[in-house]
């Protein structure tokens, strides 16, 4: 079966994708969280499907691909520069991928989110006590 790519955007609203299914049709959908969105994606891929008489879809079928400029304008709180260093890659080469002029490929996204990851991991970490010294 093929696969279906949805393109994951994230802004105040919350999450949104959209994929073009077998390029007849487009298909949107949006939530407040990242699993909801999933949840609603197979059900609106499958939804589809059962109307053209296609099988089913699960989890396997389905891949996201976020969008990096709206992730960076809604998580603005990232130090770009910083981050880059993090990825192993160039501020400014971070800088056209997050503001779209440089199209950005999956081995470049994926350095980025697994510095984005490992940041995360980090902070979560964090003792809560803090010096005051």
């Known amino acids: 079966m093929k696969k279906i790519t949805f393109i994951v955007e994230k802004d105040e609203n919350g999450f949104s994708a959209s994929a073009e299914y077998f390029k007849k049709y487009s298909i949107v959908t949006i939530a407040d969280d990242l699993p909801e969105l999933k949840a609603n994606i197979l059900d609106a891929v499958n939804l ?17 691909k976020y969008d990096m400029p ?3 304008n809604f998580y603005d709180v990232i ?23 440089k199209p950005v490929s999956e081995k470049q996204v994926q350095k980025v989110f697994n510095a ?8 979560y970490e964090l003792d809560y006590s803090f010096s005051t010294k």
């Not at 059962?50 to 989890?59: C, I, L, Y």
């Not at 981050?83 to 080469?93: I, N």
């Not at 984005?116 to 902070?123: D, P």
């Open 48 to 64: 589809q499907a059962a109307h053209n008489g296609k099988p089913v879809f699960t989890d396997n079928d389905i891949v996201l």
């Open 116 to 123: 984005i990851k490992q940041l995360g991991k980090e902070l």
């Open 70 to 72: 709206s992730f960076f």
């Open 79 to 101: 130090n770009s520069k910083a981050l880059a260093k993090r990825a192993g890659m160039s501020q400014s080469l971070l800088s056209q991928y997050t503001n779209g002029i």
